[in-house]
């Protein structure tokens, strides 16, 4: 590892000097492997978890497509040097922010989008000029084994590296001095990632995890509601970072919700009225650790008075959980306390948005909050009242998709921010550049000594500049 680190950090100095023509040119051969692989990929996610191809075709290889070409239109702009203005204090002189590689990354993907959470970092530290180390979840060992495919086939050695292996080599690549570190997983990983970069004074983003809450309002449509949140909290059986983990509704519109979810889910995962678990289109628990969790979670809801609504079924031989929807749960077990991380969705109602809205701040902050509603005044209440890394209104998981946005976390679901200029700008360093014009500068009219005119100089500058 050290002696992989080091011929990264040898070739580092030269993708410095790069222009943008080679940085994209190494991304069009990032997208025409893409393009080209598009079956392996899906193979390799129906191996590790059952993954459709559909939800491969659009979580996985769509969205580092989208987040690829994206880049390409803008690297040319993002590299260039940002000119800002000049205070009067300063007059004479210019500035400009003017961006440059970190250096050598490295990118930490997890298992739930395994190939997707490795490719779009790595467009974003290419894009910036940096060295990329990936080490994939072992968890996912047909995606980790394509991803060394594909760096193999696509890059230089000495410029882009995979790192395969369990949680050892984690902490044997976290020893070692990286320029920036990017890591996506549990809050409780994440805290062990920003230690070991602490060692090194490493900037870190970090992409956690966290309850994110769905609040539904009286003025809701209820059926594009209920719709929007089976897609989003049952898309890959529930195993997404900003997957809606629990659900707020208001108290009138309860029972009329609680139908539509389950006419939402048939539509969508059981339109010929076989079970869920025949479906094509549902994916499946990643492993039996994690099964066994969610199972455990399951049970204690119902042992403490939680009551089925929907689902329910689990089948350890399949990894299997039906989507489930239970009412009644006391809000100190586990499917409150926990992230869920799987297709399970505790519900409860709520009286008035001020009460909803205090049930969310009494937890940690949200990576995501999704309320729905056609109340105007619901929307903007709700947003300022209730802090969270992203948020989206009358849809979720969505927000993930518009290039333009940040994404990232806020105190327990992470820091930093990702996708698009923001991601870029997160594997660069931002230097802020002054230029002084050659033996003039206003700021020599307050160089000592400290005599009564220059005193007097200061204390205009004080009160008008």
Same mark, same amino acid.
């Given at each position: ?31 025409? &492997? ?5 079956? @392996?990929?899906?193979?390799?996610? *129906? ?64 298992? #739930?989008?395994?190939? *997707? ?31 060394? !495919? ?25 020893? $070692? ?17 920003? @230690? ?34 089976? &897609? ?15 659900? $707020? ?19 969508? *995962? ?16 990643? #492993? ?47 499917? &409150?306390? !926990? ?10 109602? %709520?009286? =008035? ?11 940690? @902050? ?37 290039? !333009? ?16 200029? %923001? ?13 002084? @014009? ?8 307050? *160089?000592?000594?400290? =005599? ?11 009160? &008008?500049?």
């Amino acid at each position: 590892m050290r002696a992989t680190f080091e011929r990264l950090r040898g070739r580092s100095a030269a993708l410095r000097q790069e222009s943008w023509e080679p940085r994209a040119a190494r991304l069009r051969k990032l997208g025409e &492997w893409l393009a080209k692989n598009q079956p @392996r990929v899906q193979q390799a996610l *129906y191996a590790d978890f059952r993954k459709p191809a559909e939800e491969v075709d659009l979580c996985e290889i769509y969205a580092s497509q989208s987040e690829l070409k994206h880049t390409l239109q803008n690297l040319k702009k993002w590299m260039s040097r940002r000119s800002v203005g000049t205070p009067l204090s300063l007059l004479g002189a210019k500035g400009w922010v003017q961006p440059e590689p970190k250096g050598v990354v490295l990118i930490i993907a997890p298992w #739930n989008y395994p190939f *997707y959470l490795a490719i779009d970092p790595l467009i974003s530290a290419l894009a910036a000029g940096n060295c990329c180390l990936i080490k994939p979840s072992e968890m996912t060992p047909a995606t980790s084994r394509l991803l060394r !495919e594909l760096v193999a086939e696509t890059f230089d050695p000495s410029e882009v590296v995979v790192c395969e292996g369990d949680k050892d080599v984690s902490t044997a690549l976290l020893r $070692l001095p990286f320029d920036h570190i990017f890591f996506t997983g549990s809050p409780q990983v994440g805290k062990v990632v920003m @230690r070991a970069a602490a060692e090194h004074l490493t900037s870190v983003t970090l992409e956690l995890g966290g309850k994110s809450p769905v609040v539904v309002d009286e003025t809701a449509d209820l059926r594009d509601a209920a719709e929007k949140i089976v &897609w989003g909290k049952f898309l890959n059986a529930g195993q997404t970072c900003v997957a809606p983990d629990y659900l $707020l509704v208001q108290e009138q519109v309860r029972d009329q919700l609680v139908q539509e979810i389950r006419s939402a889910t048939r539509r969508l *995962y059981d339109p010929k009225g076989e079970g869920v678990q025949k479906s094509s289109s549902f994916a499946r628990v990643i #492993n039996g650790h994690h099964f066994q969790r969610l199972s455990r979670l399951l049970e204690e809801g119902q042992r403490r008075g939680g009551t089925l609504e929907m689902g329910g079924i689990v089948d350890s031989s399949e990894c299997f959980i039906e989507p489930t929807l239970i009412d009644g749960v006391p809000t100190d077990t586990g499917l &409150w306390s !926990e992230e869920i991380f799987g297709p399970i969705l505790p519900m409860r109602t %709520y009286r =008035t948005l001020m009460e909803a809205v205090d049930f969310v701040n009494e937890r940690p @902050r949200p990576l995501a909050l999704y309320l729905f509603s056609r109340s105007a005044d619901n929307r903007r209440y709700l947003l300022k009242h209730a802090p969270s890394g992203g948020a989206a209104i009358n849809d979720t998981i969505v927000h993930l998709m518009h290039l !333009e946005l940040p994404f990232g976390g806020f105190g327990n679901s992470g820091m930093g921010r990702c996708h698009g200029r %923001y991601g870029f700008d997160a594997f660069s360093n931002l230097k802020g550049v002054l230029q002084q @014009r050659v033996g003039q500068t206003s700021v020599k009219l307050l *160089y000592p000594p400290y =005599t009564t005119k220059v005193k007097k100089m200061i204390a205009l500058v004080m009160r &008008w500049f």
